[in-house]
């Protein structure tokens, strides 16, 4: 008989019991029938009574880090509590796909140190979230850049879906270090090489530093799209309202720790003399938008439609749309109730990740401006009318 494959399950949460108990659900589903065992940890970041006593009932050890350590804290007491040689980190707010935690094992059993999943923003499997953004001194300038010049904006989009389309059309597992920490898999091994997790970012980058750290060992990770997960993005920092102010503590910290005090202070010095100002990349009016949705069919296929939450368009969600399926795109009615309050971007571009048009989306009354066809380099070329 063969022997069966130990895995720690290191799920960390904080004041999000239900969504915790929903990713147990659906990792036990994923389990159900497999040669993988599970050793659980639920990683207890801060909870209120009834929040304990729900997980509790769910049968599988419970941590309590009696303060807020954040993710990398919640890891870390996650790993130097077990003994398993491959190892699963998570977010509460992710719910693996059947075959999921299979892919992911399989890909450490054939030689990967670390192993990310397929994700997508909703369970209907239309929109694919980004992989982690490119990160470098290019990459950082780029992104400066965009925020303040239309035509910046237009190629920061385009290296951006070149990136992003790279991993969503894998067909097989994809060398790379943009994972995320969401979802990750690695294997003891690394982790003993690597170390651990960076304590010093209190929300965000720190798989990301942890990525880099590998790779600048020797060391592969890759992308996995026979893995799948559904990851209801932000969710989890949603319950705390210094997320937005501890990623750009983050931020700071990672840039100088990988790109050097000189350029750090740099890009700060030319953030305080030219401050960002939003591209006006949509016109001023708005027309409705209904159960019908948008009309598409006047433009060629292939299309993709992105949502982005950043006014420059990226990084971007995407759906690839089939014209020949139907004329018109709707969101998926999962979404509708979980966008973020702000207008979101809505870009419409080809299959060499061109501009085409471009649309802000109001999520409060589901109405979006009229849009814009764009030329390549991002500028208005005329209006085009949406029946």
């Known amino acids: 008989m063969p022997t069966a494959t130990r895995l720690a399950v290191i799920l960390v949460h904080y004041h999000t019991p239900e969504l915790a108990a929903s990713a147990v659900a659906a990792l036990r589903r994923d389990l159900d029938g497999t040669d993988v065992e599970a050793e659980w940890l639920l990683i207890d970041n801060g909870s209120d009574a009834p929040g304990r006593e729900l997980l509790r009932g769910l049968g599988i050890p419970l941590l309590d880090a009696g303060r807020n350590l954040g993710y990398a804290g919640g890891v870390n007491l996650g790993v130097a509590s077990t003994s398993a040689e491959l190892i699963l980190v998570m977010n509460p707010d992710v719910f693996v796909l059947p075959g999921c935690v299979s892919g992911l094992v399989d890909c450490l059993q054939r030689g990967a140190a670390a192993a990310g999943p397929r994700f997508y923003w909703d369970g209907g499997r239309r929109f694919l979230l980004p992989p982690a953004e490119r990160r470098s001194r290019r990459d950082e300038l780029l992104a400066w850049l965009a925020g303040r010049s239309p035509r910046w904006a237009a190629r920061a989009r385009r290296r951006s879906r070149q990136h992003a389309r790279r991993h969503w059309q894998a067909e097989a597992p994809l060398p790379s270090c943009a994972l995320s920490g969401g979802l990750l898999a690695f294997t003891r091994a690394a982790w003993d090489r690597v170390g651990r997790f960076d304590e010093g970012f ?52 990672f840039r100088r720790l990988h790109y050097g005090v000189w ?7 030319l953030d305080r003399s030219l401050p960002r100002r939003a591209p006006p990349l949509f016109p001023k009016s708005a027309g409705a938008f209904g159960p019908e949705g948008l009309d598409l069919s006047t433009w060629p296929p292939p299309l993709w439609v992105e949502l982005s939450p950043n006014p420059t368009g990226f990084p971007a969600a995407a759906e690839r749309f089939d014209v020949t399926a139907g004329r018109r795109w709707q969101l998926a009615p999962e979404l509708s109730s979980r966008l973020p309050a702000a207008p979101l971007a809505l870009w419409l571009s080809d299959g060499a990740g061109r501009d085409l048009a471009s649309w802000a989306l109001q999520p409060a009354s589901l109405a979006v401006s009229e849009p814009s066809e764009l030329s390549e380099h991002g500028s208005a070329v005329r209006g085009r009318g949406c029946a």
């Open 202 to 253: 209190p929300l965000y980058f720190e798989e990301t530093d942890w990525l880099l750290r590998l790779r600048r060992r020797g060391l592969a990770a890759y992308y996995q799209p026979a893995a799948e997960a559904v990851h209801l993005h932000g969710c989890s920092a949603a319950v705390e309202p210094r997320s937005r102010q501890w990623f750009e503590l983050s931020a700071r910290r």
């Open 263 to 269: 350029f750090a202070a740099a890009l700060e010095l």
